[in-house]
């Protein structure tokens, strides 16, 4: 059989689009290098896939109804963004492992060449061995990240022996001095719970399947690859495909990526042409942070002490009008800071990747999500960071620690994503961090835009063709090819 036929890929992306994105960028990809690419999800979730998933002949989607009735659920709520609780979660959690039957009956009557499939999916790698094709898991986050997460689930690790949870604390045997303290890491790594579990779970898949696919470029990730590869017993193949922000290279790309955008008549385009170079901070701490209205004040007063014109992406305020802003910005803000242009709030969705390649953008305040991380980095645009929950620290320590990216705002514990803002973050040190960042006289600020700017351009250059990227996915396909013709 002729290798030139085209791959048959099953994507089965996490219900979150923080997930669903990158994954379907990653389709693209693959549709690109003439595969054929079935994403495999929920009538609510097909539906906010990217708008150029049509123009395509070999990209598709098939949906499968959500079993929202059987565990509680209202019609329609079918991604975790919508989840604004933790048994809220839990519900759809359980309603993404129903989905399993009819996924698998799906697959049985289409065999595919390859099934890639998000983390959340760990049946997947047995499904897949029982069908007899390769599993390639997507985790959503880099190796670095990875590896960190596989050192601090040792017994050994050195934050079990630290005295307080404020104690920092090396992470041994890296290739780089990482420090952290233990209120750093997740709940499940300090206390062992039913998420602990899970994690086991996806591990044992990860180690079954056939490899990692990565929204990262493979010089960023640096020597963490050959770490990861090494300490999981050398078996694992990782293939870095991205990052795959850069696959939009046009303006309606990016404003339409991944969710239907506040955008209309370019009134954020505008307000930014209007600005100097390097003179935008961009404030937003992903889609599912829905901070308490005391954190909200404080970044408002931070803001507005700094001086220096920014664009703030707030969540949970959708329904808001300007007058409601009183609760959670101090007196005279809309008066002195919004209606003079020198700040822009937004109020839910708003087009990332085209804010952060603006030329007027010079700085990102940012929760450390990888898919913020990986395009900021593609953009040049360096960051005040500002983790959460997930892997948020890790990959802070990555910006600050490993690259010098990065300038922290003081984050000092992880919590649930329902809980962010629980510790809160004081005015002072934002004003201090975004100053730090967009004053830009101190030569450590120069060393790290020039930095960033370098790490954009190495991104740029990976997809392309001939890049280390592009030669990635290429090596792939011809792996898998080889791997459905013997």
């Known amino acids: 059989m002729s290798t030139s036929r085209p791959l048959e890929i099953y994507m089965l992306p996490f219900l979150s689009f923080s997930h669903m994105i990158p994954l379907s960028e990653i389709g693209h990809l693959f549709s690109s ?13 097909a539906s906010s896939l990217l708008k150029k998933t049509t123009d ?3 990209f598709r989607v098939q949906t499968f109804p959500f079993p929202a009735k059987q565990v509680g659920l209202p019609d329609g709520l079918e991604n975790f963004l919508s989840a604004k609780d933790i048994p809220t979660a839990s519900k759809l959690y359980a309603a993404m492992t129903l989905l399993q039957a009819d996924l698998e009956s799906f697959m049985i009557s289409n065999p595919p060449d390859v099934i890639v499939s998000d983390m959340f999916f760990p ?17 959503g986050v880099c190796m670095f990240a990875q590896t960190l997460k596989h050192e601090v689930r040792k017994s050994d690790s ?22 952290m303290t233990r209120s750093q890491l997740p709940d499940y790594i300090r206390t062992p719970n039913g998420y602990t579990q899970l994690m086991e779970q996806w591990r044992e898949a990860e180690l079954k399947s056939y490899g990692i696919i990565v929204n990262n470029f493979s010089e ?3 020597v963490y690859t050959d770490y990861y590869k090494d300490a999981t017993g050398g078996k694992i193949k990782i293939f870095h495909v991205g990052p795959t922000s850069l696959l939009n290279s046009n303006s309606n790309n990016k404003m339409e990526r991944g969710h239907e955008t506040v955008v209309t008549d370019n009134d954020r385009l505008n307000w930014l042409n209007e600005k100097n170079f390097n003179s935008v901070i961009y404030v937003c701490f992903g889609s599912a942070c829905v901070f308490p209205d005391l954190q909200l004040m404080e970044i408002a007063c931070g803001l507005e002490s700094c001086g220096k014109d920014f664009i703030w992406v707030v969540f949970g305020k959708d329904e808001e009008k300007d007058d409601d802003m ?5 007196s005279g803000f809309y008066q002195n800071v919004i209606k003079t242009k020198r700040g822009m709030i937004v109020r839910g969705w708003a087009p990332q990747v085209l804010i952060l390649n603006h030329p007027s953008v010079g700085g990102f305040v940012s929760h450390c999500g990888w898919n913020s991380v990986i395009e900021a980095v593609s953009c040049g645009v360096p960051m005040v960071t500002w983790p959460l929950y997930a892997e948020h620290f890790y990959n802070e320590k990555l910006l600050t620690q490993v690259y010098g990216i990065g300038v922290e705002v003081g984050a000092e514990e992880w919590n649930l994503w329902v809980d962010s803002g629980k510790k809160i973050v004081r005015r ?3 004003e201090e961090a975004v100053r730090k ?10 060393e790290m835009r020039r930095k960033i700017e370098e790490l954009g351009d190495v991104a740029k250059k990976a997809v392309q063709e001939g890049g280390s990227s592009h030669k990635n996915l290429m090596v792939l396909i011809e792996e898998l090819k080889k791997l459905r013709d013997q």
């Open 437 to 446: 960042l967009m004053d830009g006289e101190d030569e450590t600020v120069k």
């Open 56 to 58: 395509s002949p070999n």
């Open 123 to 139: 049946w997947t790698a047995d499904f897949a061995a029982k069908i007899s094709v390769p599993r390639i898991v997507f985790q």
């Open 220 to 222: 960023l990730d640096s």
């Open 33 to 45: 290098a003439a595969q054929n690419v079935t994403i495999l999800t929920t009538p609510h979730n």
């Open 428 to 430: 002072e040190k934002i």
């Open 158 to 179: 050195p934050h079990h022996s630290v005295e307080s949870d404020y104690e920092l604390f090396v992470i041994p045997n890296l290739p780089h001095k990482i420090t």
């Open 326 to 330: 009183i609760k959670w910005t101090p």
